[in-house]
């Protein structure tokens, strides 16, 4: 299995702590937040360490991210894949997919996105050929990231109209990897979510898998300030019931 981190975030929306923390780096516990992550997809037995390897998606204070995980995380191998300019998510899965050349699919996520043992094995277990993860989210969330679902499929990841949101965990194929870089949205970002929905309006299925939380340090809602207390009281708890 070969497994995308998407690390290169500048950390706006943590204000001052941004300009000289990287955002996954941001302590919880004694550990930066990305080592919580870490620690539960080893737990998960989807990624084993002397078969499997890490790409980290570095671009912004990379260096604190380097330094701290080196190249390997308790044997599991890590690469690292250097995102020179922000120009968005799909295009630093591009450069990780052509860096790592994937026999077959992927899993992805975002750094600033807690991620559960169960959730990492829901993701790569599940059958279809493309997966995200769905979560509710603040009625104020961007709606751009909201999901249409009709049974098993999703229809639409980009300007759906359901109640549930993408919150940043895919397994995709190589197929779909071929394309998520090709088109730019809204502002000269190429993201995931606009090409993977033109993947799936070309005829690519993907299922979804449905997570009880959405734990990110990205939110804003309903402010940064308390989601930053909630994402600390949360992963902490769910650190201790879930050991690695």
């Known amino acids: 299995m070969e497994l995308v981190c998407l690390a290169a975030g500048h950390g706006t929306r943590l204000g001052r702590l941004g300009v000289y923390l990287q955002k996954c780096m941001y302590p919880v516990g004694l550990k930066p937040f990305l080592?919580?992550?870490?620690?539960?997809?080893?737990?998960?037995?989807?990624?084993?360490?002397?078969?499997?390897?890490?790409?980290?998606?570095v671009g912004y204070l990379q260096e604190q991210v380097r330094a701290y995980f080196g190249?390997?995380?308790?044997?599991?191998?890590?690469?690292?894949?250097?995102?020179?300019?922000?120009?968005?998510?799909?295009?630093a899965l591009s450069l990780a997919t052509?860096?790592?050349r994937p026999a077959g699919a992927l899993?992805?996520?975002?750094?600033?996105?807690?991620?559960?043992?169960?959730?990492?094995?829901?993701?790569?277990?599940?059958?279809?050929?493309?997966?995200?993860?769905l979560g509710p989210g603040h009625p104020d969330e961007?709606?751009?990231i909201r999901a249409t679902v009709e049974g098993e499929r999703v229809t639409r990841v980009?300007?759906?109209?359901?109640?549930?949101?993408?919150?940043?965990?895919?397994?995709?194929?190589p197929e779909v990897l071929a394309r998520i870089g090709e088109v730019a949205a809204e502002g000269?970002?190429?993201r995931v979510l606009p090409n993977l929905q033109r993947a799936i309006d070309a005829g690519a299925a993907c299922g979804y898998v449905l997570a009880e939380e959405w734990v990110h340090l990205g939110g804003t809602?309903?402010?940064?300030e308390e989601n930053v207390r909630n994402v600390v009281r949360r992963v902490l708890e769910l650190a201790a019931a879930q050991p690695a």
């Open 35 to 57: 080592e919580h992550t870490l620690s539960q997809l080893l737990a998960s037995g989807v990624a084993v360490p002397g078969r499997d390897r890490l790409a980290l998606v």
């Open 71 to 91: 190249r390997s995380f308790e044997g599991l191998e890590i690469v690292y894949v250097t995102q020179e300019q922000r120009r968005g998510t799909g295009h």
């Open 98 to 100: 052509d860096a790592l």
């Open 107 to 133: 899993v992805a996520w975002q750094a600033d996105l807690f991620v559960t043992a169960p959730m990492f094995r829901a993701v790569a277990e599940h059958p279809a050929p493309n997966v995200v993860t």
């Open 142 to 144: 961007p709606a751009a």
């Open 158 to 173: 980009w300007h759906g109209a359901g109640p549930l949101y993408d919150i940043g965990l895919w397994r995709l194929s």
């Open 188 to 190: 000269g970002e190429v």
């Open 221 to 224: 809602l309903p402010s940064p």
